[in-house]
């Protein structure tokens, strides 16, 4: 069995308060991207899985280009490198 190689990383994402329920239908529906929880101040956290480094940077250009997010900053990376499994 092989691992695909994957790109993980935490964000947070800060939206507009009264629009941040939009905001995260918006990113519930971009793939590779999970949100974990969201509070009043328009703060969510969501995690990014993506195959490699150009997706990855893509898909976090993307977050940032959302209508009603004010910024998005990742605050962890991690690398899980292909190997090969028995």
């Known amino acids: 069995m092989v691992n695909i190689p994957m790109h993980i990383s935490g964000v947070i994402v800060h939206a507009r308060p009264e629009r ?3 905001v995260h239908e918006r990113l519930a529906a ?3 991207v999970e949100v974990h929880s969201s509070d009043v101040e328009g703060k969510l956290i969501v995690t990014l899985e993506k195959e490699d480094e150009k997706t990855t940077v ?4 993307l977050l940032n280009e959302l209508p009603d997010v004010l910024a998005a900053t990742m605050v962890y990376h991690h690398f899980e490198p292909e190997s090969d499994s028995i």
């Open 30 to 32: 971009i793939d590779g």
């Open 20 to 22: 941040a329920a939009q």
């Open 58 to 61: 893509d898909a976090f250009g």
